[in-house]
Antibody
């Protein structure tokens, strides 16, 4: 059974750095062509893709947020970590992680999701 | 960047109805469209891949159609359990982008 679970602070202050962890089970981050993305959804707004990382450590970032984001993985802990620097109230959102499975001839994007974690940015 | 225009933002249906949710892409994305269902507090569920393919285990009351720029999610014979937030995703090009979502209420 594939599961993903996000964890991190509920509240961060403006200018602080946010660190979120996605802990996965039911698959391995070392499986060929398996990846995890981070996605967020501000209240009342659309979902926004932030970044992804694959088993071979290939990474990609949202162009608009690239300077503030870092994605990494710890395969032994089955965790993917996202850091976002210089947080602002506009970054208040529910943050999700989701799996990308490229193990077959084509990729299955976001076939499994976590429940999300709401992060509020406020002083 | 491909913009997805999803409509309607909100709809209400009666059990047994058929509903259509539209997602229009700002450029040709072939069939690189997925649909998801999400209920409050729960993880999103993958329901349609590659525009028309039902994900295994998903009720056949759900179907997808479209190619290029115009896509539709259809739910036949609506049931109360279908009350949820539905959204589309294009994975033709980066950045991956999402529709604004549709909240489906069952009367």
């Amino acid at each position: 059974q594939v599961t993903l679970k996000e964890s991190g602070p509920v509240l961060v202050k403006p200018t602080e750095t946010l660190t979120l962890t996605c802990t996965v089970s039911g698959f391995s981050l070392s499986n060929a062509r398996m990846g995890v993305s981070w996605i967020r959804q501000p209240p009342g707004k659309a979902l926004e893709w932030l970044a992804h990382i694959f088993s071979n450590d290939e990474k990609s970032y949202s162009t608009s947020l690239k300077s503030r984001l870092t994605i990494s993985k710890d395969t032994s802990k089955s965790q993917v970590v996202l850091t976002m620097t210089n947080m602002d109230p506009v970054d208040t959102a529910t943050y999700y992680c989701a799996r990308i499975d490229c193990s077959s001839t084509s990729c299955s994007y976001f076939d499994y999701w976590g429940q999300g974690t709401l992060v509020t940015v406020s002083s | 960047e491909t913009t997805l225009t999803q409509s309607p933002a909100f709809m209400s249906a009666t059990p047994g109805d058929k509903v259509n949710i539209s997602c229009k892409a700002s450029q040709d994305i072939d069939d690189d469209m997925n649909w998801y269902q999400q209920k409050p507090g729960e993880a999103a569920i993958f329901i349609i891949q590659e525009a028309t393919t039902l994900v295994p285990g998903i009720s056949p009351r759900f179907s997808g159609s479209g190619y290029g720029t115009d896509f539709t999610l259809t739910i036949n014979n609506i049931e109360s359990e279908d009350a949820a937030y539905y959204f589309c995703l294009q994975h033709d090009n980066f950045p991956l982008t999402f529709g604004q979502g549709t909240k489906l209420e069952i009367k």
